[in-house]
């Protein structure tokens, strides 16, 4: 696992030195401002400043799955996503479940032996839908990848194991048709963000457990991983000021689990962080910034499955908040965050 606590310091010091040479922010701060995003990588502070952000609750959770897209200060230079189709289709579901929505984007039609990933959405496991974001899809041509991206059953409608079994559906879908998709079977990868990556984590455990399909690699952005953080285990302080706040985590955990978060007992599966046995899982890519609520528990997770044995490359990113990457996707933090999971990917699953 790579983690070397004076890399990491010195990693803070040059941030703040080469912001400050870049003369970011833009946008003039109020004082009040200035103390509000005094630990943040001020190269992010301008995206940030424009996110709306909201507290899921019970009573806004409509509002919450409908809120528009922020704006960014500062924009990626992306391909047009019209040169870069998806396909929506449906896939079956597992038997006794219904049918499962995906999306779909084909790095290389008719090419045999290539990669392919399961990539599964975030959202705090109560919103979001299927997505395959235009630099994912630019990756994958390049590589050659199949992404399949799944639209599984949200909470608090759907409790788990719902979600689960729609995504073990998809990854099933993958291997069952690898032949057909021209995928390898020792080259498919689960991966997602946030709620995505607490996904991600659950189902390449059920696929240790059930012994059905390898899973190559699990890409694990900034993931969900632990009910106690924010409600049995304080947050650190510091973490979850910005966009995943301790109050929605526990209104999270608790629309998936249905039962309050925490307690002394959860579903087998649901919940990462309390697996008692590491081994066996699949190498990883897992990252979070030490101003994410889950900093404390994705390092801990990390940890356990460096301890088993398993490679980890762990990313720990000064000064950054959840979901940094895709608020202030020009920062060069960002920049460097992403080309890292990738080229991790590429190297797990080939083209």
């Known amino acids: 696992m790579r983690i070397d606590r004076r890399e990491w310091i010195k990693g803070v010091a040059a941030t703040a030195i080469a912001a400050g040479a870049a003369g970011w922010p833009l946008l003039a701060a109020t004082s009040a401002e200035a103390d509000r995003f ?17 507290i899921v609750t019970a009573d806004n959770l409509q509002a919450f799955r409908n809120r528009p897209p922020s704006a960014h200060a500062h924009l990626l230079p992306e391909p047009d996503p019209a040169t870069l ?18 999306v779909t984007f084909d790095g290389a039609p008719g090419r045999k032996g290539r990669g392919a990933l399961v990539w599964i959405h975030g959202g705090g496991f109560v919103s979001g839908a299927a997505g395959i974001g235009v630099g994912l899809r630019a990756a994958a041509k390049e590589q050659g990848w199949l992404i399949v991206s799944v639209d599984y059953r949200l909470a608090p409608e759907a409790r788990f194991p719902a979600s689960l079994d729609d995504n073990y559906a998809a990854l099933k879908w993958v291997h069952d048709n690898a032949d057909r ?12 963000s946030s ?9 390449a455990i059920a696929a240790r457990d059930r012994r059905e399909i390898p899973v ?7 993931p969900m991983l632990d009910d106690r953080t924010a409600s049995t285990r304080p947050a650190r ?6 966009i995943w706040t301790p109050e929605a985590n526990r209104f999270g955990w608790r629309s998936l689990l249905g039962q309050a978060p925490g307690g002394a007992t959860v579903p087998a599966g649901s919940v990462p962080a309390r697996l008692t046995d590491v081994r066996g899982l699949p190498p990883a890519f897992i990252g979070v910034g030490t101003l994410d609520l889950f900093y404390d528990e994705d390092i801990a997770y990390a940890t356990r ?24 996707p ?7 965050f992403t080309a890292r999971w990738m080229k991790d990917l590429a190297a797990a699953i080939g083209g």
């Open 38 to 54: 005094a630990g943040v990588d001020p190269e992010m502070i301008d995206d940030l400043r424009l996110v709306k952000e909201m």
């Open 85 to 102: 189709p998806v396909t929506p289709q449906t896939i079956p579901g597992l038997p006794g479940q219904p049918p499962v929505k995906v």
């Open 181 to 192: 998709l021209g995928v390898d079977r020792a080259k498919i990868a689960v991966g997602g």
């Open 195 to 203: 709620a995505g990556g607490g996904h991600s984590a659950m189902l």
């Open 216 to 222: 190559a690699f699990q890409v694990l952005i900034y």
């Open 237 to 242: 302080p510091g973490t979850g000021q910005f």
């Open 305 to 328: 499955l460096a301890g088993a044995g398993i490679a980890v490359d762990l990313a720990v990113v000064p000064a950054a908040f959840h979901a940094f990457d895709g608020v202030a």
């Open 330 to 336: 020009t920062a060069r933090a960002s920049r460097a």
